[in-house]
């Protein structure tokens, strides 16, 4: 019996080309999941390889949509020849019921894990780039240096931090995190 699984990556994506591809690939049951391909809880998936036994075949649209990672990819694989199951992706048109078919599924594994890493080191690299240019990373602070003095000054008189904070429109760990941030001479 053939089986397919569907994945799109955010809830406004539609898995219907996806789902139309399987059906007419001649798959009897169908599964689709609404999660990041980096996202361990697939729930959908996880039906559909409890629901395949041996002499299965399990189809997707395209490999992407199985895992992200070779780590993954290749459990998914040894999991599915563990069951005496065949691994069947349409656009790279990889079919692990042959040899040939098991060696280009691990090949474009590994290409897919050197891309990935790849892009990680390139934006690791213009990271650095924008913050040797002075770009700062990460979340506007949400105190000005301004209402760090103020603040300091209030403390300092014997306000309480609860009501400088609330003044602030801030949390007091937000506060706390401000002054303690802020340079000594204040």
Known sequence: MKIGYARVSTDDQNPDL?????????????????????????????????????????????????????????GLLDDLQAKGAAFHSLTEAIDTASPTGRAMFQMIGILAELEKSLIQERTKAGRAAAVARGVKMGRKPKLTPQQISHAAKLIGQGEHHDNVAKSLGVSRRTLYRGLNNAPQNL
Request: net charge positive; aromatic share 4%.
């Open 18 to 74: 996806q789902l139309d591809a399987l059906k007419a690939a001649g798959c009897e049951k169908l599964f689709a999941d609404k999660a990041s391909g980096v996202n361990v809880k697939r729930p959908e998936l996880g039906k559909c390889l409890k629901t395949i036994a041996a002499g299965d075949t399990l189809v997707v649209w395209k490999l992407d949509r199985l895992g992200r990672s070779l780590h993954q990819l290749i």
